[in-house]
């Protein structure tokens, strides 16, 4: 019993906390917040983000012009509780991996 009420009053600390900062400025730091993403979650999307940047600047040193192929991918492998296209703009807003996601802004509305 201790442990659920420890775990709702976390839970409501940090339903405060976000109240004090600009969560618009911060969009990808909300997504994972209010879909509850676990930590190992969280850094298993860092792990994915970080192979896909590896592989976008091996690909553009090779001279590829289309990087759609790693957005599929990007978007495949995603945690089923996040949503591929507010992920890109909330991560780019946020700037995670700028560059990438710029690329696939490009793929996404072009």
């Given at each position: 019993?201790?442990?659920?009420?420890?775990?709702?009053?976390?839970?409501?600390?940090?339903?405060?906390?976000?109240?004090?900062?600009?969560?618009?400025?911060?969009?990808?730091?909300?997504?994972?917040?209010?879909?509850?993403?676990?930590?190992?979650?969280?850094?298993?999307?860092?792990?994915?983000?970080?192979?896909?940047?590896?592989?976008?600047?091996?690909?553009?040193?090779?001279?590829?012009?289309?990087?759609?192929?790693?957005?599929?991918?990007?978007?495949?492998?995603?945690n089923e509780k996040l949503d591929p296209n507010t992920a890109v703009y909330a991560l780019k807003k946020e700037g995670c991996y700028p560059?990438?996601?710029?690329?696939?802004?490009?793929?996404?509305?072009?």
């Amino acid at each position: 019993m201790e442990n659920i009420e420890y775990h709702d009053t976390i839970h409501f600390y940090l339903q405060l906390l976000s109240k004090t900062i600009d969560m618009n400025r911060y969009p990808f730091t909300r997504m994972v917040i209010e879909t509850h993403l676990t930590r190992a979650e969280y850094d298993e999307l860092m792990q994915l983000l970080n192979k896909l940047h590896q592989q976008y600047m091996m690909q553009k040193e090779e001279g590829f012009l289309d990087f759609s192929s790693l957005l599929v991918q990007f978007a495949g492998m995603l945690n089923e509780k996040l949503d591929p296209n507010t992920a890109v703009y909330a991560l780019k807003k946020e700037g995670c991996y700028p560059s990438l996601m710029a690329e696939f802004i490009k793929v996404l509305e072009g």
